[in-house]
C-alpha cells in the first residue's frame, strides 16, 4: 500500500469517528414524513481516488434518499439530450434563497434561476420527459445512475416518493406557476411524478462515490474508459455544483469546503475534488439552508487535511 493510499484511509477513518463523537448533529428534514424519522446518530464517508481505491468510514454502506443530488445526473442527462438548448428552460445562476422560494420566478418570468433549486430541477426533468411517457423517463434516470454506479442493485423508495407526493404542496405550486409561462410543456402531474420518483433514489456513500466519478476525471469513468461527457460538460457541471449546489448556502460550502457539490435533504452530499476523487458523505441532520451539518463539517476537515480545495491548500 502506498503511503499516499494510506493517508487517505487513515484521514477518512479519523473524520468519521470524529464525525461520531459530536453532539450538535441538525435536524433530519420534517416536512417529508419519510425521512423526519431518521436516526440522526448516522454518519458515512466514502472517498474513490484516481485509482480507484476506495476509502470508506462510518455507515458508509448504509443506503438513504439521495433527494437533490440526483438533481445532477438528471442536469447530464437533459444536457446530453438536449445540450445548450437547455438553458433556454433555466439559468445557471446561483438563487440567493430558498430551494422551494416561487418569489424569484415571479420576477423573472417563470425561469429558474439554475438547475438545482426545486423549480430548475423540475423544468429538467420536464426536458427529459418530453416524448416520452412518465415510466419511461424514470427508467431511463435510474438506468443512468446504475450505470455511472455500476451497480443494478440501486432502486427507488416509493414510499418515500409518495410521501414527497401527499406533502409536495409547494413543488406542485411552481410546476404550475412554470406551467403558465411554457417552461414546462408536459402535463404537469406527468412531470411532478418523475421528479418526485428520482429524488428517491436510494443509495449508500460507496455507490454515490462510484456514481460521480465521471465528473472527477474530465468526464470520463476511469474504471472503463467509458465518455460520460465532454471534458467541457462536465467541467461546466461541475462550475454549476460548486456555485448552485447547496442553495442558498453555496457560498458557505464554497468558501469553507472549496469544491463542487450537490447536497439532498436526505443529509447525502455528492463532492468532486477534479482530477483527484469523487466523494460521498451521509448525515441526515440538516443545518438551517437544509443541507447535511455533519457532513460539511466533515468534508471542510477532508479538504484541509488533503490539500483538495481547488482554490489551494
Request: charged share 20%; proline share 4%.
Amino acid at each position: 500500500m502506498s503511503s499516499a493510499v494510506a493517508d487517505l484511509e487513515r484521514v477518512v477513518k479519523e473524520i468519521a469517528e470524529e464525525m461520531r463523537q459530536r453532539t450538535d448533529r441538525g435536524e433530519p428534514a420534517s416536512y417529508i414524513p419519510e425521512l423526519a424519522n431518521v436516526d440522526t446518530g448516522s454518519f458515512g464517508l466514502v472517498v474513490i481516488d484516481n485509482d480507484g481505491t476506495v476509502a470508506a468510514g462510518g455507515d458508509a454502506d448504509m443506503p438513504f434518499s439521495i433527494q437533490s443530488i440526483s438533481k445532477v445526473f438528471t442536469l447530464t442527462l437533459a444536457l446530453g439530450k438536449a445540450g445548450d438548448r437547455l438553458w433556454k428552460h433555466v439559468g445557471r445562476e446561483p438563487s440567493g434563497s430558498a430551494f422551494n422560494s416561487i418569489v424569484q420566478l415571479e420576477y423573472e418570468h417563470g425561469i429558474p434561476r439554475n438547475p438545482f433549486i426545486n423549480a430548475g430541477a423540475i423544468a429538467v426533468t420536464d426536458r427529459i420527459l418530453s416524448g416520452h411517457q412518465p415510466k419511461e423517463a424514470l427508467g431511463e434516470i435510474l438506468r443512468f445512475v446504475q450505470f455511472l454506479a455500476d451497480d443494478s442493485s440501486i432502486a427507488i423508495d416509493r414510499t418515500v416518493a409518495e410521501s414527497e407526493r401527499r406533502t409536495g404542496f409547494r413543488n406542485i405550486a411552481l410546476a404550475n406557476y412554470m406551467k403558465s409561462f411554457g417552461v414546462i410543456e408536459n402535463p404537469v402531474d406527468y412531470t411532478l411524478g418523475v421528479y418526485f420518483h428520482h429524488c428517491s433514489i436510494v443509495m449508500n456513500c460507496r455507490q454515490l462515490a462510484m456514481a460521480g466519478r465521471y465528473l472527477a476525471h474530465s468526464g470520463r469513468n476511469p474504471a472503463t474508459g467509458h465518455r460520460v461527457v465532454t471534458p467541457e460538460r462536465a467541467r461546466r457541471i461541475n462550475a454549476v455544483m460548486l456555485t448552485c449546489g447547496h442553495y442558498d448556502g453555496s457560498g458557505e460550502f464554497a468558501y469553507r469546503v472549496g469544491l463542487p457539490g450537490k447536497s439532498g435533504v436526505g443529509g447525502g452530499i455528492l463532492a468532486i475534488a477534479p482530477g483527484k476523487a469523487s466523494i460521498a458523505v451521509w448525515s441526515p441532520g440538516l443545518d438551517a439552508y437544509g443541507n447535511s451539518h455533519l457532513g460539511r463539517i466533515a468534508l471542510e476537515l477532508l479538504t484541509k487535511r488533503l490539500g483538495w480545495s481547488i482554490f489551494g491548500a
